[in-house]
T-cell receptor
Framework: GAVVSQHPSWVICKSGTSVKIECRSL??????MFWYRQFPKQSLMLMAT?????????EQGVEKDKFLINHASLTLSTLTVTSAHPEDSSFYIC?????????????FGPGTRLTVT | KQEVTQIPAALSVPEGENLVLNCSFT??????LQWFRQDPGKGLTSLLL?????REQTSGRLNASLDKSSGRSTLYIAASQPGDSATYLC?????????FGTGTSLTVIP
């Protein structure tokens, strides 16, 4: 149980275009989902926290108008990278937490590698 | 803000050795600590989760300990194998916030 999927697993796009990444909890309902970014040979950095039905909370330094997050249902959150530039090339990973879970354990998706040319 | 540090940054050992990876954190007010494995270009695989009230967790050849008061955790890998080669990340949870360490890149030499 507790499986999180991401789509696509990798994407290449041209500079200036927008890219949408989906994160789904497959066998549980996730009231809270998280988006992380990981640059080569670095650790994961939290970008934003999204709660179903409300606006996402962005970490300091993350542009909310550039990284649009939508958590429209209890099983789906999307991250849209708008007007992508080469410096946005990174590995994006989402995670989800089930409601009422005292362990605060997060379940991670397999990641999406974005390359902007 | 919580800061998580892992030492060493890289480790190379011959197959069969036992080894210890270290993780330290600055704020002891955590809900849990989790160890992950990440293979190159891949996502995270959860290895062990230790609740704040627990001292250790074991799974197969892996044993993780937690000393909340001193802000330390260790991941012990027994009888290392080449397949254990990967980057190991620890992360602490302060409720909704999840802070990752800098990672230890492990290479097990056949």
């Amino acid at each position: 149980g507790a499986v999180v999927s991401q789509h696509p697993s990798w994407v290449i796009c041209k500079s200036g275009t927008s890219v949408k990444i989906e994160c789904r909890s497959l066998d549980f309902q996730a009231t809270t989902m998280f988006w992380y970014r990981q640059f080569p040979k670095q650790s994961l950095m939290l970008m934003a926290t999204s709660n179903e039905g409300s606006k996402a909370t962005y970490e300091q330094g993350v542009e909310k108008d550039k990284f649009l997050i939508n958590h429209a249902s209890l099983t789906l959150s999307t991250l849209t990278v708008t007007s992508a530039h080469p410096e946005d090339s990174s590995f994006y990973i989402c995670s989800a937490r089930a409601p009422g879970q005292g362990t605060y354990e997060q379940y991670f998706g397999p990641g999406t590698r974005l390359t902007v040319t | 803000k919580q800061e998580v540090t892992q030492i060493p940054a890289a480790l190379s050992v011959p197959e069969g050795e036992n080894l210890v990876l270290n993780c330290s954190f600055t704020d002891s007010a955590i809900y849990n600590l989790q160890w992950f494995r990440q293979d190159p270009g891949k996502g995270l695989t959860s290895l062990l989760l230790i609740q704040s009230s627990q001292r250790e967790q074991t799974s197969g050849r892996l044993n993780a300990s937690l000393d909340k008061s001193s802000g330390r955790s260790t991941l012990y890998i027994a009888a290392s194998q080449p397949g254990d080669s990967a980057t190991y990340l620890c992360a602490v949870s302060g409720g909704n916030q999840f802070y990752f360490g800098t990672g230890t890149s492990l290479t097990v030499i056949p």
